[in-house]
Each structure stands twice: as C-alpha cells, then as structure tokens.
C-alpha cells in the first residue's frame, strides 16, 4: 500500500461522513490508498457510516476505549493499523480535494526525508454560513473560490517560521512517512486538552533530522464544528506548551506566551542574535557584592550569566550556549521565560545585567519581554537580586518592569559595572520590596 489516511473521531458521524464522501472522489488510485478510522467510543450512529463505506473504500475501522478527550491516543491507534508508506492525517470533518492524496503523494516523492503540512482553509470557522451550507464533499470548490476569511491564517507566512518550522505544523492535515513516524513513535499520548499535542510530534520530527515544508497544494476545507471557547482552549493550550517544554528544556519552546504566534520566528531570531556574542561573566566583583546577601542563599540559581569557573558551584541558567563537551551539568541554556523550575525551588535568584539588552532595543515589546523574564524568575524564587549595570535604566522604569515579580517575591537591585575589574564596584543597592 503506497498511502494510509488516519482518522480519529467520536459523535461526529455527519462530518465523518463528509470526509469519507471526499475521499471517494480522489484521483489518486483507490487500490493505492486505504481509509484507516478510529472510533473513539462514539454513540451515535458513527458505526453505521463506517459500515456504509466499507462497501467502497479500502476501509479499515479500530475502536479505542474513552477516557477523556484526548486526541493523541485514537490518532495513534489509527497510525499504527495502517499499512502504508506514506502516511497522511486528517481531523474528522475535512473536506479533501480530488487532487489531495495525490498532492501529498508526489510531494514526497520529490522532497525526501521530510514531513508536509498542508494548507487548512477554514480551521477556525464556527458558523455554517451561505458557503459553508452549500459544500457538497461530492464536488469541492476550487481553491479560487474560497472566501478571503477562511484561507488559511498560516499562507504567505512561510519565511516568519524558518528558525522555527515546527510552529506551522497542525494536526488537522499532514503527511510523514510511516517509518519516521514510527522511529519517533507518533503522538505523545499524555497529552490531554487542546493544543501542542500537535506542535510537540512536529517538533520532534524536526530534531529527528527531518525537513519541514508547508505545502499550499495539498490544501483541505475544515467544516465549521462546535468547539471550546478562545479563552478555554487557550488555558489548556498554555499548559501544553509548559509540558512540552518541561519535556524538551529547549530555548526554542520558550517563547509561547511573550509573543505573538506569527511573530515567534523573529522574536527567537531576534534573541539568539541578542545572546549571541558579549556574554556577561561572573567575576569576583560580584561575588564580593552578593556577600552581604549570603543569609538565605542556601538553595540560589545564577540567572543571565555565561559559565565559567566562578558558576561551577551554582545552578546556572544561561542565555549563551556553550558546547556540549564544556557545559556544566548543572547549567541550563535559557533566556528565562520558562524554566524547568518549581514555584519557590530557589532561595534567592541572582539575575545578570542581561535583561538591560532587551530594554536597549528601543522596542516596546521587549520590555514586556522583559517583564515575563522577572515574572518567571519571581515565581520560582523566594529572592532577587537583581544586578544593574547600566544608569539609562531610569528607577521608575525599573519599577514599572519588576511590578509583577515584585508582588510575589522580594526584590532588590545591585548595581555594578559588568567587568573583571573589582574597583568598579558600585556598593549602592535599592530594594524594591514585594507588596
């Protein structure tokens, strides 16, 4: 079998049906493809539909029990019943052009190890309108023909994802090849919720080695469907995103919640070129500065600094990568908008100077990136201390930037010139007290 198609679904035998009607229609040829579906316990008449057109597709349908709403399990229950090289996945109430199994086919026959998104037109739809009602799965629209509101959201922004290609990768419509997704063994069945599920099985199919594209061919209708409100689907989206990080501690997963999704790219490209030379180094000025500190620092978290010999005896949470063969085990590279941390782990956290780059940008936006930065850092520690090295910083800026930390945790300001030279030293300190 050339291709496999998997579906997962549960009580929507009607859009079922839709997508099954669909794929009756493919030019790709029906001895080389089969239809694979997952039944996540429906109670409605799912069974039937499955029945209906079983008489002429290559239909193969699997029952998985429920626990909860989960699609990651019933997505890989249908994954691996299916037989072929290729495997495509698409959510249950899709509308699949004739030219779909076909677009994502020959994708792969010219793009080696890679795996393909297609275009969703429709994904965020939630009202049947006059276009919507006059879909027949039959006889699909041309491409042309879709109304500039449901076009997909991700189209033309193929360039703002290149550091970051997994960003694009949803799980409504995709294609890999069956033996990549075996090798990173298909969705991570512990999540729960909406969101990331998807974006978490992309991200590890790129650090697998595997190549992303977005193909704007092997493009589907999503029908509108009801669904959680924005609001609720974004709560348990956000608690996705931590466990992906958490899963990974990468640098690249950090940035969920500091910007906007289209502008995820440039922000972490912007950062990375930030921390990519200068790295701020702890010396014995700092040292000497933290010694009136030393009572409740038994349990304290370097933060901002590059390693060297001075860090070797903290935990060390870096902005600046070192190589694998020199990074301490107790160093973690991060810009510190998600730690891998519990709330209060830390006695004190001792902060670099490092968060003035961000406010020097003359951006807006990177001071409220800043404000996530000590957000973070007052969530899992009890006490900052905070290093200033530059004057430009007003104290009211200052202020405005640490008031969310500061309600939760003490905080107080060292200034001191980032340098290996003790005598410049500044033994002025401002403690901004926690309200």
């Not at 297609?118 to 006889?139: K, L, Q, R, T, Y």
């Not at 973070?376 to 905070?386: T, V, Y």
Request: hydrophobic letters at 35%; aromatic letters at 12%.
């Amino acid at each position: 079998m050339k291709v496999s198609v998997a579906i997962a679904t549960r009580n929507r035998a009607k859009h079922l049906s839709l997508t099954l009607e669909s794929l009756l229609k493919q030019r790709f040829h029906r001895n080389d493809f089969e239809v694979v579906v997952c039944d996540h316990v429906s109670e409605d008449n799912t069974s039937e539909i499955l029945k209906a057109f079983g008489d002429c597709l290559s239909l193969k349908s699997v029952m998985e029990p429920f626990e909860a709403f989960d699609v990651s399990t019933p997505k890989n229950r249908a994954i691996s019943n299916c037989t072929g090289e290729l495997i495509v996945v698409v959510d249950c109430g899709v509308i699949c052009p004739p030219h779909f199994i076909e677009s994502h086919f020959e994708f792969h026959l010219r793009t080696p190890n890679s795996y393909m998104a297609g275009e969703i037109h429709g994904w965020d739809a939630e009202v049947m309108d006059a276009f919507w009602s006059s879909i027949n799965p039959a006889d699909c629209p041309e491409r042309s023909q879709i109304p500039d509101q449901y076009t997909d959201v991700r189209a033309n922004r193929y360039d703002s994802i290149k550091s970051v290609p997994w960003l694009f990768f949803w799980g409504c419509n995709f294609s890999v090849p069956r033996e990549a997704l075996q090798k990173v063994k298909g969705f991570d069945q512990s999540f729960t919720g909406w969101g990331w599920d998807d974006l978490e099985l992309g991200y590890r199919l790129h650090t697998s080695g595997l190549d992303f594209h977005m193909s704007p061919e092997a493009w589907c209708l999503h029908m509108p469907h009801p669904r959680k409100s924005h609001d609720a689907r974004m709560k348990e989206a956000t608690v996705n995103w931590r466990k992906t990080y958490n899963l990974h501690k990468k640098v690249d997963l950090e940035l969920w919640q500091i910007c906007h999704y289209f502008e995820y790219g440039k922000t972490y490209e912007k950062l990375l070129k930030l921390f990519s030379e200068d790295p701020i180094v702890m010396t014995e000025s700092h040292l000497q500065a933290l010694e009136s500190y030393k009572e409740n620092m038994n349990s304290s978290l370097l933060w901002g600094f590059a390693q060297n010999d001075l860090t070797r005896e903290f935990s060390l949470l870096s902005p600046w990568q070192t190589g694998h063969s020199e990074q301490h085990e107790s160093t973690i590279h991060s810009f510190g908008f998600c730690t891998p941390f519990q709330d209060n782990e830390f006695d004190t956290i001792v902060i670099s100077s490092y968060w003035e780059r961000l406010l020097f940008q003359a951006s807006e936006h990177m001071k409220i990136v800043a404000s996530y930065m000590f957000e973070e850092a007052s969530r899992i520690g009890k006490r900052l201390l905070i290093f200033q090295n530059s004057e430009s910083v007003s104290s009211t800026d200052l202020q405005s930037l640490l008031s969310d930390a500061s309600r939760r945790t003490t905080c107080k300001v060292v200034k001191i010139a980032d340098s290996s030279s003790s005598n410049l030293l500044q033994t002025s300190t401002s403690p901004i007290n926690a309200g």
